[in-house]
């Protein structure tokens, strides 16, 4: 598609202008006022259920034997908020420091280098700094890194950075262990859902699915009541798994209409349900939307790892799922037609999932 091929305007990196120490946030990136961070923000110490995955694995650490209590945790975290962090999940904390460092690194090398990777629209493979191609859209305040892993034929170390020089390695371990933990949580989804263990990984394809990185730079804001590092959307994806930034806040998850703040536990991954699993599950499970907060002097990094259906699958709610009661909300998509969406417009809550209802 024509419109793909390139952006709109000159892409102007948010790192530069934080850079350069700019006192004002430019227009392109002021959000009307009923978007800004001050709305709706829940000061309350709420945050989303945190659950231990500890004792998942038989003792041959192999066979999936999910006690009751993190089923029914698992479960409800998935009704109710779409999202929740685990720990004792089996990534070992130091490859998740190894990983976010890397790209720590990888922001704070000279703009030439990172400029080498600039991406396009086309396929968002690289370093880019908006989503969307829409001419003369609010921008966010943030960068970011996009990458393929699987399937394997769009995995292409050349397109991943060269420096820092451990990064090819660690996020190749990193992905395949994040693979593996998605494996298994798309398993206790289907478990939940009344499914045999292996229908939603089916649905996706099996082991032909896909799986991809974003990471996300938000610079320090010198107006970040005026802005937001990444505007309100939904995973367009199946599943993603969020690492945070140890130490530095910024992710607001929709609950009840308010903005509820997520409290990172140490060496916890975030997960949550995109609107694949929403139409899978015939809307059992939603995914919900989030948006991320920028401050004026700490700078956030964030890895969101997105486990995918195969681009080419259609995508619909599962029989089993489908009842006269609850008729299928959703008609049958692939998800390479589905992704074209935000790939056009940008983040934009949950315009898309929602426009898809069948009429009734
Ligand atoms: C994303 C996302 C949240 C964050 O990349 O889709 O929601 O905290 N990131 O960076
Ligand atoms: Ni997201």
């Not at 041959?60 to 908020?81: F, H, M, V, Y």
């Not at 991943?160 to 020089?165: D, F």
Request: proline residues 9%; glycine residues 6%.
């Amino acid at each position: 598609m024509n419109s793909l091929n390139d952006w709109p305007e000159p892409i102007v990196r948010v790192q530069s202008l934080s850079d350069s120490a700019v006192l004002a946030v430019p227009d392109r990136y002021i959000k009307p006022p009923p978007e800004r961070p001050s709305l709706n923000s829940d000061p309350s110490d709420v945050n989303i259920p945190l659950i231990d995955l500890g004792g998942l694995l038989g003792c041959d650490g192999n066979t999936l034997q999910p006690p009751a209590t993190i089923l029914t945790k698992i479960s409800e975290a998935c009704r109710e908020w779409g999202f929740f962090q685990v720990v004792n999940h089996g990534v070992r904390p130091e490859l998740m420091d190894l990983a976010r460092e890397a790209w720590r690194e990888f922001f704070h090398l000279p703009m030439e280098l990172k400029q080498a990777y600039a991406n396009s629209p086309k396929t968002y493979e690289g370093y880019g700094s908006r989503l969307g191609v829409e001419k003369g859209a609010i921008l966010d305040w943030s960068d970011y890194y996009f990458l393929h892993f699987l399937p394997a034929s769009l995995k292409d170390h050349n397109k991943w950075p060269a420096l820092p020089a451990s990064l090819r390695e660690v996020i190749e371990e990193y992905s395949a262990e994040l693979v593996k933990l998605c494996g298994v949580l798309m398993k206790i989804l289907s478990i939940n859902l009344g499914l045999r263990e292996d229908h939603l990984q089916k649905a996706f394809g099996g082991t032909n699915i896909g799986a991809c990185l974003r990471v996300n730079f938000y610079p320090k804001c010198p107006q970040p009541d005026l802005t937001l590092g990444l505007s309100p959307h939904s995973d367009p994806g199946g599943m993603t798994l969020l690492l945070p930034d140890q130490h530095v806040a910024g992710l607001q998850v929709r609950k009840d209409n308010k903005w509820i703040t997520v409290k990172p536990a140490p060496h916890a991954f975030i997960v949550n349900v995109g609107d694949q699993i929403q139409v899978l599950s015939n809307a059992i499970y939603k995914s919900v939307e989030h948006r991320v907060l920028v401050n004026s002097d700490k700078e956030r990094v964030s890895l969101a790892f997105f486990y995918n259906p195969n681009s080419d699958l259609v995508i619909e709610p599962v029989k089993e799922l489908v009842t006269a009661e609850k008729p299928a909300l959703y008609p049958g998509m692939t998800y390479d037609e589905y992704r074209l969406f935000i790939r056009l417009r940008g983040p934009r809550g949950k315009s898309q999932v929602e426009s898809l209802k069948s009429p009734r």
